[in-house]
């Protein structure tokens, strides 16, 4: 869940009962350039995620393939939503629909939204469906 080229961000693990393990996560400042993001893709399928953000701001980024620009850069296939704030004291379940489209499975980032502080935020799988 880190990113390997950053020895200070952090992940810690909590078990919450009738759940999975909880996940406590920092992300640096944006212009840190290194550990703003973390990669949140799972294998295609639906997932139900809790998060709460204790400071800063997150966004969440879920993109498809697109194998003509060989990015991900088109809107989720499954018609959720490309892009999701959440702020400060913010608590909310989040299900993603990934999908594969032109042979790669979708791309699901979460960054800190600011330049200058840092971002934490927990998280929780709460439901998991294919």
Request: with cysteine; glycine share 8%; hydrophobic share 35%.
């Given at each position: 869940m880190k990113k390997q080229n950053d020895p200070e961000?952090?992940?810690?693990?909590?078990?919450?009962?009738?759940?999975?393990?909880?996940?406590?996560?920092?992300?640096?400042?944006v212009l840190a350039m290194h550990g703003y993001a973390m990669d949140f893709s799972q294998a295609p399928g639906k997932a139900t995620y809790r998060f709460h953000v204790?400071?800063?701001?997150?966004?969440?980024?879920?993109?498809?393939?697109?194998?003509?620009?060989?990015?991900?850069?088109?809107?989720p296939q499954s018609g959720d939503e490309?892009?999701?704030?959440?702020?400060?004291?913010?608590?909310?379940?989040?299900?993603f629909d990934s999908r594969v489209h032109d042979a790669e499975p979708d791309f699901i980032e979460i960054a800190n939204h600011h330049f200058g502080k840092r971002a934490e935020f927990t998280y929780s799988k709460v439901k998991e469906s294919a």
């Open positions: 961000s952090h992940v810690c693990r909590k078990k919450m009962p009738h759940m999975e393990t909880e996940m406590h996560v920092t992300l640096h400042p204790q400071s800063g701001e997150i966004e969440i980024h879920h993109h498809s393939y697109d194998g003509i620009a060989g990015l991900w850069c088109l809107p490309a892009v999701k704030v959440l702020h400060s004291g913010d608590e909310a379940e989040i299900t």
